[in-house]
């Protein structure tokens, strides 16, 4: 889909509408974060996805070199069992 959006101000700063029709097909809502880009004159807006983690995979990356041992957190305070 191409469409035209006219810049406005908004505070000190410009902003734009994007339609709704848009948002619907790259499937953005209110609060979808987007990372900016520019190249050759051009502005590139492009949905930011989140990362999604496999636990087994992050468990897979723990080895000797980066395991530490326990953190003290102090005495008890109450009634806490160890």
Known sequence: ?????????????LGLRLP???????????GSKLDISTKDGSIYLTPKVPKK???S?????INE?????ETSTGDSK???VW
Do not use: Q, R
């Open 1 to 13: 889909m191409e469409t035209s959006v006219y810049i406005k101000k908004w505070g000190n700063s």
């Open 78 to 80: 109450g009634e806490e």
């Open 57 to 61: 995979k992050l468990l897979e990356g």
């Open 65 to 69: 070199s980066n395991l530490h041992g």
């Open 53 to 55: 983690y496999d636990l």
């Open 20 to 30: 709704k029709a848009i948002l619907d097909e790259v499937k953005l809502k209110e």
